[in-house]
């Protein structure tokens, strides 16, 4: 007889992470060996559709990146997994900006985690980083009290031209059509798919899955000049060699050269770091080439401003509407107000925290290397800008057991500060640092938004043989002998931590589920439609994959696929 716990695990966020972590588990374990046998892997994700940021971040040009599907969707033929769209996990308790206010996916199934966690021995949390970091000192930021028009988070601006559904009102809210001037607030990789989405043809962009009504709205933009402003230096900037070739090399785009003090600066800071070195040399050298191809063919612009950070995103004083207290009304930015910033050493580091939330060291391809902070010098200068994307970061979602959202009952430990479930590599911890047994955290909610999709990988497969470890070969793991006290978890006097999690997990999905339409036990046939369900299995995934590669056909022009901007229109090709 086997001595063998089965493997019962949720995974939370159908992402990289989600799957990579899924798939090594799986093969790791083959479904014909003893532990194999024993092994359920149930992956929840609140969209109708798998694969996370790879459908509604990476940006559409990058065609070649979303490869990685292919490697998830081969999951869909082990029996042992299951994949359940459009379930909402848990409740939010963070704050969030005006932009994701508004979407509480209303077409979702919503399971609170206690309802969850008795069917499972084993939660991994793969659910991203879902909300923007504040730009909390700028006046009429996104995030504060009164935003202009025009002001949008990155996460917003590439949501949106991805086509994800709580974002698709932007159509109607965007206006480019009035400006020529966009401002991106930030340095990052993010950053420059933004400036890239601006500037670049949209015929070229119509070829690829970006929203048709995303296609036209750029269509109608008179943006000429985007630039991108960070508020430290060119030595400093977090975007990669590879992002900012592609964009210096846009057809059609001339590259406005960096100060050549700024760059003389730059340049003595990097000595020794080839890789910085040589994004100097091609920010020099794509300066140097735009001067000498000022033939008028280029008729837009990209740049790079340094040293600022905005004080206040303004209205045009001749905006007949910036009087208008109407929301209908809301006045539209037209310039931003701007701190001077110089470059000095850091302040001393503050004394390391017993229990850091593990990062792995291998998510460090956007950080930046030198380490000097930007001070105002108390000058200020303001520039013109109809049009402004912040992109200062991601953060992530905080989740509770309880459904009320209520934080006297235990919530999955969370680091407010860093935004992302607190961990000492990709366990669960508490305050103290002690380990919450039997969940797990992998991906960008557990070490931050940094870091490709490779890099995630490496860390997903790293979390796999972690909890495998855990589970089957070491288990020490408390979770082994803790009771079901969904609500009462705490740290105990002996160091070890009551799990919220059972001993032995109830049988099946649940119950929730099979009354959105899942079907109670994993399904062999083919799907059956069925009206009014609402939980997209993989299955229904499949038909609506096929829906959307239709309708890109019918588009024609080499167009991959039209996705759906709705999730009713996403569970009416199920009916
Ligand atoms: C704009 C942008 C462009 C990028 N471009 C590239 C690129 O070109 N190349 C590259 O290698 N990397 C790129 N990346 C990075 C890459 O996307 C990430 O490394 C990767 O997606 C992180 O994976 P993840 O699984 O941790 O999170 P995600 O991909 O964010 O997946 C999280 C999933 O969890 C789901 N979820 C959230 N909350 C809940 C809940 N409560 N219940 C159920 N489900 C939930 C979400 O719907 C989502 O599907 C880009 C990132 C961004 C933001």
């Not at 920010?283 to 280029?298: I, P, T, V």
């Not at 612009?301 to 905005?310: A, M, R």
């Not at 508490?430 to 931050?448: C, K, L, Q, R």
Request: proline letters at 9%.
């Amino acid at each position: 007889m086997s001595i063998h716990r089965p493997l019962k695990l949720a995974i939370i966020g159908a992402g990289p992470s989600g799957f990579y972590t899924a798939s090594r588990i799986l093969s790791l374990l083959p479904a014909n060996s003893e532990k194999g046998n024993k092994v359920e892997v149930h992956m929840y994700d609140r969209l109708p559709t798998p694969y996370g940021l790879v459908r509604y971040g990476v940006a559409p040009d990058h065609p070649e990146v979303k490869n990685c599907q292919e490697k998830f969707d081969g999951l869909a033929a082990d029996p042992r997994f299951r994949f359940f769209g459009n379930v909402s996990i848990g409740t939010t308790t963070s704050p969030t900006t005006s932009t994701t206010r508004a979407y509480t996916y209303p077409d979702a199934v919503h399971i609170p985690l206690s309802d969850l966690v008795p069917y499972y021995t084993t939660v991994l949390f793969t659910y991203g980083s879902s909300l923007s970091n504040p730009l909390s000192r700028t006046e009429h930021s996104s995030s504060s009290t009164a935003p202009l028009g025009n002001v949008i988070p990155a996460l917003a601006f590439v949501s949106w031209y991805n086509g994800h559904p709580a974002y698709a009102h932007l159509t109607d809210q965007l206006d480019l059509s009035g400006i020529d001037e966009a401002t991106v607030i930030g340095h990052g990789n993010v950053a420059i798919d933004v400036a890239r989405m601006l500037l670049k043809d949209p015929e070229a962009l119509a070829k690829t899955d970006m929203p048709t009504p995303v296609v036209d709205r750029l269509r109608e933009s008179r943006v000429r000049r985007v630039t991108a402003v960070g508020r430290r230096g060119p030595a400093q900037v977090s975007f990669t060699t590879k992002e900012f070739r592609e964009m210096v090399n846009l057809p059609g785009v001339a590259f406005t050269p960096v100060d050549s003090t700024l760059m003389d600066d730059a340049r003595g800071m990097v000595v020794g770091d080839r890789a910085r070195k040589r994004l100097m040399d091609l920010m020099s050298k794509a300066g140097a080439k735009a001067q000498s191809d000022m033939n008028g063919r280029q008729d837009r612009t990209f740049e790079l401003g340094f040293l600022k950070s905005p004080i206040a995103f303004l209205p045009s004083e001749t905006d007949p509407s910036s009087s208008s207290s109407s929301s209908t009304d809301t006045p539209k930015v037209s310039q931003i107000k701007w701190s001077l910033n110089t470059l000095l050493s850091p302040p001393p580091a503050p004394p390391v925290p017993p229990h850091p939330p593990a990062a792995p060291a291998t998510l460090t391809d956007t950080t930046p290397s030198t380490t000097v902070v930007a001070r105002p010098t108390g000058q200020e200068t303001t520039t013109r800008s109809g049009l402004v994307i912040e992109s200062v970061g991601y953060r992530s979602e905080s989740l509770s057991l309880s459904s009320q959202g209520d934080r006297s009952g235990w919530a999955v430990p969370f680091d407010e500060r860093r935004g992302r479930i607190m961990n000492d590599g990709g366990r669960v911890v508490d305050e103290s640092g002690i380990m919450v047994p039997g969940f797990y955290t992998a991906g960008w909610v557990a070490s931050g938004p940094i870091g490709v999709i490779a890099s995630t990988m490496q860390y997903a497969f790293s979390i796999a043989s972690l909890i495998i470890n855990d589970h089957f070969i070491q288990p020490a793991n408390p979770a082994s002998g803790s009771t079901s006290t969904p609500t009462s978890a705490s740290s105990m006097a002996d160091g070890s931590f009551s799990s919220p999690l059972p001993t032995s997990p109830e049988t099946g999905i649940p119950e929730a589920l099979v009354l959105a339409g899942a079907s109670p036990a994993p399904s062999t046939s083919t799907h059956t439609a069925r009206s009014g369900k609402q939980v997209v299995e993989m299955e229904d995934w499949q038909l609506i994959d096929r829906a959307e590669v239709r309708r890109g056909k019918e588009k024609g022009g080499g167009k991959p696929r039209e996705k759906f901007l709705s999730v009713p229109d996403m569970l009416q090709v199920l009916h």
